[in-house]
């Protein structure tokens, strides 16, 4: 089984509508909070990754603005790094993306071809009813198998 392949088939950078910058100056106003997020939001994952470098030290401890730096690493090819941010998430659970973090460590471990990680947080997620992957996590399981 090409775990490379699933991830590719099954990762896509989180967004949802909270995640939607409401930023609409020139770049010349943006802050580097205001380029974090639109980069993000784009899906320029380089741009976004740099412009959390220059976040304030309190932000860059901030666990939302982590799992959506955790994504971008994820989209341009570290996964080591990204998954140790979900993991930090997963356990101090201060996020409200915690469980969707749950979701993207599993792809993180898949694209590092740890499968026996991947599967193990695969079947919790599967087995629970409450979890919005839960469906994706059976499904991946079944093509892992």
Do not use: C
């Amino acid at each position: 089984m090409d775990t490379g392949k699933l991830f590719a088939a099954y990762f896509e950078a989180y967004k949802d509508e909270t995640l939607d910058p409401s930023f609409r100056g020139s770049d010349d106003e943006a802050t580097p909070f205001d380029r974090f997020q639109q980069s993000y939001w784009e899906g320029r994952h380089e741009a976004a990754l740099s412009a959390f470098e220059e976040l304030t030290p309190a932000l860059k401890r901030n666990n939302n603005l982590l799992f959506q730096k955790a994504n971008s690493l994820l989209a341009v090819g570290d996964p080591r790094a990204a998954s140790a941010i979900f993991e930090d998430i997963i356990a101090n659970g201060r996020s409200r993306f915690r469980s969707e973090a749950e979701w993207y460590l599993a792809l993180s471990y898949l694209k590092m071809g740890e499968q026996g990680k991947a599967d193990s947080l695969l079947k919790k997620l599967a087995a629970d009813e409450k979890n919005a992957r839960q469906s994706d996590a059976k499904k991946l399981l079944d093509e892992l198998e």
